[in-house]
């Protein structure tokens, strides 16, 4: 069988259609892990997925008879694009089914190629059973996107290419699986070529397939798929792909939504390519390893395999990558509510970066501040923070593995105060840098109580303040004079309707 599935991947037909990707060098990344680590750059294909190897292979060998009556597949992603391109390169009719929730970009991306888009239902399972009443309606060849020999041989020639371009000694091969169509050709040609050569395959937890099959000893069906990484997001794992990786692979390394993002931002790092989050999720198993098994001096091989994600996405996954590095520590704290215990608590968190601070008048002894600091990787540095403000007094809730706290309370803290008082509010912007919040809290007037604070560092040149202060009628005038000496741009935001609808 191994042998079989190399020959098919040594005569697959792909060139007509893909490139060879280059293999980068990852310097900043193999430094930091006193490893050699080397990236593949499947995102570098036409279509930024290694997805028209496989689509293209599968094509070539249809008969002419198949190919005249056109080719349909559903897919919401990267084997949509692959099928389009490879269809039409060929001259051939291809129809894809959609669900109806696809992003926009990936409709255009597909209709661009030149394939008919079919929007049906509202999740992969009604668009993929729509996709065979069509089958059987006009007689397409449906194309699947993993489980098939040919598809399987197309994406081996990953590994072939990995192989020629690299002829020293690798020690592992690390590799992202949904349905296992990439992981089975690859592990195929590197076991049957280099067997002491590990080959590792790469899961996000929400989708891990093929750990939950290697493990019960036969293919299983998951009852819940996330669809964070899309391009993974497979409920079972091929029959095809399993047949030939369950006795292949030396370990299946699962990661998490965080992991994965952090991973997208190594990527950007060493080789400036933004990858989608399924495609460093083998970098992020990757380093996973390193971290398992202490590895050092050996050299690792990561694909980045797709480089399709919405724009809008990249908020989120820069948001994520932080805590992914286990960089920043999210911790709820109580202090007590007197003017300058806001200054006092900056002071005992020392010169850190403060990546949120969020706080509001709550009654007249406490107040909540949830605050988000960045820390060394590993725990000890968010423990010793931790630790330090504890010293000093104050209650501290760690946050750090809190999904509610990171996805919704994060943005909803605030609220309005239980009783009545004079607030003035203003938003000021100041250049970022290290020590940069500390500097603007040391040049607030001291005379007045800080009754609202709310800061996110946004990774931008300038950081973003809305600030509440309780102001007698009397000292108004005195505050902006103030604001005018001290020289921060500002903004009376006291009128705004947004704050007066739902803080004031
Ligand atoms: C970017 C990316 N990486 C990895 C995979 C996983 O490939 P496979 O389904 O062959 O395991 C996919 C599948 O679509 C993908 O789009």
């Not at 971290?291 to 990561?302: I, N």
């Not at 969020?358 to 725990?379: M, S």
Request: a neutral charge; hydrophobic letters at 40%; charged letters at 25%.
């Amino acid at each position: 069988m191994l042998e079989a599935t190399v020959k098919k991947i040594l005569q697959a037909r792909v060139y007509e259609a893909a490139r060879e990707t280059p293999i980068s060098p990852a310097p900043i990344l193999s430094r930091r892990f006193s490893n050699q680590i080397l990236i593949k750059r499947e995102d570098l294909q036409p279509v930024h997925s290694f997805k028209i190897r496989g689509a293209y292979n599968k094509m070539a060998q249809l008969s002419e008879a198949q190919r005249a009556k056109g080719v349909i597949a559903a897919s919401a992603g990267n084997h949509a694009q692959g099928l389009a391109m490879a269809a039409k390169l060929m001259g051939v009719k291809a129809v894809i089914v959609m669900p109806r929730i696809t992003p926009e970009i990936k409709v255009a991306a597909v209709r661009g190629w030149g394939a008919k888009v079919v929007l049906k239902g509202d999740a992969f399972d009604a668009a993929s059973e729509h996709a065979q009443e069509l089958v059987k309606e006009h007689g397409y060849t449906y194309i699947p996107p993993f489980d098939d020999i040919d598809v399987v041989a197309g994406q081996g020639t990953v590994a072939m290419e990995i192989l020629r371009q690299h002829s020293g000694p690798i020690d592992a091969v690390f590799i992202p699986v949904g349905g296992g169509g990439l992981l089975a050709g690859m592990a195929a040609y590197i076991k049957y070529l280099r067997p002491e050569i590990k080959v590792i395959g790469v899961e996000s937890e929400d989708s891990a397939c093929l750990k939950a099959a290697m493990k019960a000893g036969k293919r299983v069906v998951l009852e819940h798929v996330g669809v964070f990484a899309e391009g993974v997001a497979v409920a079972q794992i091929g029959k095809v792909p399993f047949q030939i990786v369950r006795d292949l692979v030396d370990d299946v390394i699962t990661v998490n939504t965080d992991e994965m993002c952090a991973a997208v931002k190594d990527i950007f790092e060493d080789t400036r390519a933004v990858s989608e989050t399924s495609g460093a999720l083998s970098l992020a198993g990757l380093k996973k390893y390193i971290q398992q098994t202490g590895a050092e001096g050996q050299t690792l091989v990561c694909v980045n395999s797709g480089a399709n994600t919405n724009f809008d996405r990249l908020q989120h996954i820069a948001e994520r990558t932080e805590l992914g590095e286990q960089r920043e520590a999210i911790l709820a704290v109580t202090i007590p509510e007197v003017p300058g215990s806001f200054k006092k608590f900056c002071r005992t968190i020392g010169k850190r970066m403060v990546t949120e601070f969020n706080y509001r008048y709550a009654d007249e002894e406490n107040a909540h501040i949830f605050v988000g600091v960045q820390v060394k990787p590993g725990g000890e540095d968010r423990q010793a923070v931790i630790e330090r403000l504890r010293e000093a007094g104050y209650p501290v809730e760690d946050l750090t593995d809190n999904e509610l706290a990171k996805l919704h309370i994060r943005h909803l803290g605030g609220g309005r105060p239980k009783s009545r008082f004079d607030e003035e509010v203003y938003r000021f912007e100041f250049p970022e840098r290290p020590g940069a919040l500390m500097n603007f809290l040391t040049h607030l007037p001291q005379d007045w109580n800080i009754s609202l604070f709310h800061y996110r560092n946004h990774g931008a040149a300038f950081g973003r303040v809305l600030v509440g202060m309780q102001v007698p009628n009397g000292d108004r005038t005195h505050v902006e004079e103030y604001f005018d000496k001290i020289g921060y741009h500002y903004w009376k935001e006291s009128n705004n309707p947004a704050y007066k609808l739902f803080m004031a």
